[in-house]
């Protein structure tokens, strides 16, 4: 991959969908594990994180005693020690399991994808970790039958990531790619026990935010999608 067909599933080009694959995976390695290192170092141990946005996200996270991983695209014997020796390609992300039952307030998501069904504005209000969708400017109806027909802790938070990736600079569907663009959080509801979490689901669904505000513990992250670290 990437493939014709998955391009079909998506609705774009081959060829742009070939392009953008490749050019995600063609990056300076040393420079992408530099940056991730290094943010991680930053956040980790921080017991609390804060995503706030201008179309009205609100939510507080906790992270006490969950461990950041780098999908940096190096795995170095650190990563070995610790037990970690698995990344996605392309790679580019910091990302934890948050408290699953710590999730309160309101997220509103620029994207979610489904199996080539896309969702924009997507608001979800959170509320002890469970999520219920409130609107959508398209594809509530989607989002609402995935989680009618998944199962286990399919509406429970499971992640939190950052996208790293220099060279993603938009979100098609594809979510290997879209979690990874720069200036993006990310959040995840379902499983993610390969987190280091609790949740059990057949589900793992990453929905995308665009130049959100994040502050972790008392470090402001990100502001309106500009990295501050």
Same mark, same amino acid.
């Given at each position: ?8 599933? *998506? ?17 300076? *390695? ?57 990344? #996605? ?14 999730? =309160? ?8 994808? *489904? ?11 959170? =509320? ?20 009618? #027909? ?13 996208? $790293? ?15 990874? @663009? @720069? ?5 995840? @509801?379902?499983? =993610?026990? $390969? ?31 500009? *990295?501050?670290?």
């Amino acid at each position: 991959f990437p493939t014709r067909q998955q391009a079909r599933v *998506y609705g774009i080009r081959y060829a742009s969908f070939h392009d953008m694959y490749w050019k995600a995976m063609d990056i300076d *390695y040393r420079d992408l594990n530099k940056r991730c290192l290094k943010l991680k170092s930053r956040v980790e141990g921080e017991a609390t994180a804060r995503i706030t946005s201008d179309k009205g996200t609100d939510l507080t996270l906790s992270l006490k005693g969950r461990h950041w991983f780098a999908d940096d695209g190096v795995i170095g014997p650190e990563d070995i020690a610790a037990r970690e020796p698995l990344l #996605n390609l392309p790679s580019g992300e910091i990302c934890v399991a948050p408290r699953e039952h710590s999730a =309160n307030g309101t997220a509103v998501f620029d994207f979610a994808f *489904y199996r080539g069904h896309r969702i924009t504005d997507l608001q979800l209000r959170f =509320n002890e970790g469970r999520a219920e969708a409130v609107k959508a400017g398209q594809g509530l109806k989607v989002f609402n039958n995935v989680v009618s #027909n998944t199962h286990g802790d399919n509406d429970r938070i499971g992640e939190l990531g950052i996208g $790293m990736n220099p060279s993603v600079k938009r979100a098609v569907g594809y979510t290997l790619t879209d979690e990874k @663009i @720069i200036g993006t959080v990310h959040m995840a @509801i379902g499983e =993610n026990r $390969m987190l280091g979490g609790r949740n059990d689901s057949d589900l793992h669904w990453d929905l995308i935010m665009i130049k959100p505000t994040l502050v972790i513990g008392e470090t402001k992250v990100m502001d309106h999608g500009r *990295y501050l670290v």
